[in-house]
């Protein structure tokens, strides 16, 4: 069965960098992209970007897109976004999910990114 | 600025019918901006519903359907259930990037 699971909540500075991983399994990953889509506490979805995980290839929402990067590795099937100069506003839970052809179907569990002082 | 807009709140009746919209602030959305709808109950990852306008994944229930309705991207719920009870947000594709609506929230009551 298909299944993104995602690495564990992270604590952070601001200033700092995370980097959330997200390990699929259940179907043959470079077919699909990942995209990443973000939640702050009490709020809506908003997404923040994708990758190709054939040839790489990224797009990014442009209010985040200086600050963003995914990447994907292909011998492990996972996905990562990296989210650098973090403020107190970046306080969300982050997913990530796949994509193929305009359709966006499984989603992995959500990471909580928590930056404060 | 593109900007998505849902209604903030629904109320439906237990075995009524509802439909929920979601409009561009770029002018009609079309089957060309490939419409998604999630479902998102509290504590929860969302769970994809429809997909291309009016595509159901596997696991979607029959009483959910997608339409385009009046230059909107629409998600109608036919004989709802207590459980239909949460948060919907749809997705609309603008040429390499994706904006998701605000969201509604649906209760049944």
């Known amino acids: 069965q298909v299944q993104l699971v995602q690495s564990g909540v992270e604590v952070k500075t601001p200033g700092a960098s995370v980097k959330v991983s997200c390990k699929t399994s259940?179907?043959?990953?470079?077919?699909?992209?990942i995209c990443w889509v973000r939640q702050v506490p009490g709020q809506g979805l908003e997404w923040m970007g994708c990758?190709?995980?054939?040839?790489?290839?990224?797009n990014y929402a442009q209010n985040i897109q200086g600050r963003l990067t995914i990447t994907r590795d292909t011998s492990t099937s996972t996905g990562y976004m990296e989210l650098r100069s973090l403020r107190s506003d970046d306080t969300a839970v982050y997913y990530c999910?796949?994509?193929?052809?305009?359709?966006?179907?499984?989603w992995g569990q959500g990471t909580l990114v928590a930056v404060s002082s | 600025q593109t900007v998505v807009t849902q209604e903030p709140s629904l109320t439906v009746s237990p075995g009524g019918t509802v439909t929920l919209t979601c409009a561009s602030s770029?002018?009609?959305?079309?089957?060309?901006?490939?419409p998604n709808w999630f479902q998102q109950k509290p504590g929860q990852a969302p769970r994809a519903l429809i997909y291309?306008?009016?595509n159901k994944h596997s696991w979607t229930p029959a009483r959910f359907s997608g339409s385009l309705l009046g230059g909107k991207a629409a998600l109608t719920l036919s004989g709802v259930q207590p459980e239909d009870e949460a948060e919907y947000y749809c997705?609309?594709?603008?040429?390499?990037?994706?904006?998701f609506g605000g969201g509604t929230k649906l209760t049944v009551l």
């Open positions: 999910a796949r994509d193929l052809d305009f359709c966006v179907d499984y």
């Open positions: 259940g179907y043959t990953f470079i077919n699909y992209g």
């Open positions: 990758i190709s995980a054939y040839n790489a290839h990224t």
């Open positions: 770029t002018g009609a959305v079309t089957s060309g901006y490939f």
């Open positions: 291309t306008t009016n």
């Open positions: 997705l609309l594709y603008y040429g390499g990037a994706w904006v």
